[in-house]
């Protein structure tokens, strides 16, 4: 499956903002979709998954509560709605999708597809 990421953007600190993933598959039922983000010298860190049969979610600590991703039946997309956005946040987002009906993963090596990122800067 082919992800392509978009949505990024610059913010200032306490807005939102509004990531998508579309996928290339049509049928996205065997799949968890996660999102990843990156800063320059840092491993890939776990924001939020979501399995596509199902819905269970889960999240990182710290995004809990400010963040939300949700499945797009219609496009065969997933979104990321960010608000109360921290300078803490900027980095560059990557979606990817692992395949499995039961699970989802919260480490980079549980998925086997990735977008190319889309870059979130949160000025003061």
Not at 26 to 44: A, D, H, V
Not at 47 to 74: C, E, H, L, M
Request: overall charge positive.
């Amino acid at each position: 499956v082919q992800l392509q990421a978009s949505g990024g953007g610059l913010v200032q600190a306490g807005g939102s903002l509004r990531l998508s993933c579309a996928a290339s598959e049509r049928t996205l039922s065997s799949y968890f979709m996660g999102w990843f983000r990156q800063t320059p010298g840092k491993e890939r860190e776990f924001v939020a998954t979501i399995r596509w049969s199902g819905g269970n979610t889960y999240y990182a600590d710290s995004v809990k509560g400010r963040f939300t991703i949700s499945r797009d039946y219609a496009n065969n997309a997933v979104h990321l709605q960010m608000n109360n956005l921290k300078p803490e946040d900027t980095a560059v987002y990557y979606c990817a999708a692992g395949r499995s009906i039961v699970s989802t993963s919260t480490t980079p090596r549980g998925y086997n597809h990735w977008g190319q990122g889309t870059e979130v800067t949160v000025s003061q």
